[in-house]
């Protein structure tokens, strides 16, 4: 882990070194793919195959891009990127995809 020093003068207090993590900090780029933001999740939306009606608006809205098209043409959810907003489940216009509670 990179670490940096800093040194710190508030009022009176001078020269305190202190030791800090490096954060925030992406070494590679295009590496999202490697994170899988799914693992905390609580709620977990499920398409409903039979009521879409594959207008794309889930696809759109996604703001983890963990909607996809399979090879049958139908909608599905990547749960390994899927953080749970739910914010498909708002916008659907057909109530399609089902809010349900994540089991751990
Ligand atoms: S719940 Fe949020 S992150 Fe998951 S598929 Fe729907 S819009 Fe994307
Ligand atoms: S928003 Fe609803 S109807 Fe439209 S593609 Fe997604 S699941 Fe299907």
Redesign the pocket.
Known sequence: MTKVQRKETVGDIKAQQIELNLGAVIKKPGSSMDYH??SW?T???VIIQEKCIKCST?WR???????FVDKKGRYN??YD?????????K?CPVDA?NKELEEK
């Open positions: 933001t799914g999740r709620f977990r939306p889930c809205v996604c703001p983890d891009a963990a909607i959810v990547n990127y899927c953080k749970g907003c739910l914010t498909c489940v916008e995809i």
